[in-house]
C-alpha cells in the first residue's frame, strides 16, 4: 500500500502553544501576591508602632555655668519647641509619648563661661544615646528617636 499525500503536499504539523504567556502571568501572580503579603505585615508594624507607648530620659550633667537647652519633642503628630536656661547641672526631664515619630531631639549649648556638658536619651527599652561637649560656646546633641 503507498502513502498518499493530500493535494498541495504534506499536512503541516499542529502549532505548539507558547508557554511563556503563562509562566509570565503566574510570575505577576505570585509577585502581587508576595506584595500584598508584605504590604499587610508593614500595615501591621506601623499600626502597632503608632499605639506603642515610649518612656525618654533626657539628662544633662557637667560643670557648665551657663548652658542653655533647646529642644523639640513629638507627641502623636505635634512638635513642640522650647528652650530652657539650665544655670545649674545636672538636670533631667521624664516624657510619656507615643506615635510612630515618639520622641525628640535636644541641643545643650554651653555659653560664654564655657565648661563641659554631657547629654544623654534614655528610652525606655534602655536604648542610650549621649554626646559631650567642652569649651565656650559649644555645643552637645540627643536625639531620642
Do not use: N
Request: glycine share 12%; hydrophobic share 40%.
Amino acid at each position: 500500500m503507498s502513502e498518499q499525500t493530500p493535494p498541495g503536499g504534506p499536512v503541516p504539523p499542529p502549532p505548539r502553544r507558547r508557554m511563556w504567556p503563562w509562566v509570565l502571568l503566574l510570575v505577576a501572580v505570585l509577585l502581587a501576591l508576595a506584595a500584598g503579603a508584605v504590604m499587610a505585615v508593614l500595615s501591621d508594624v506601623l499600626r502597632s508602632e503608632g499605639s506603642r507607648k515610649v518612656h525618654i530620659r533626657y539628662e544633662v550633667t557637667g560643670t557648665a555655668r551657663d548652658a542653655v537647652l533647646t529642644y523639640s519633642t513629638w507627641r502623636g503628630e505635634e512638635l513642640s519647641t522650647g528652650r530652657l536656661a539650665l544655670r545649674s547641672l545636672p538636670w533631667a526631664g521624664e516624657l510619656d509619648t507615643k506615635g510612630f515619630m515618639s520622641g525628640g531631639s535636644f541641643v545643650v549649648s554651653v555659653g560664654r563661661g564655657g565648661g563641659d556638658v554631657s547629654c544623654s536619651v534614655i528610652v525606655d527599652d534602655g536604648t542610650r544615646r549621649t554626646d559631650s561637649a567642652s569649651g565656650a560656646y559649644a555645643t552637645a546633641t540627643c536625639d531620642g528617636y
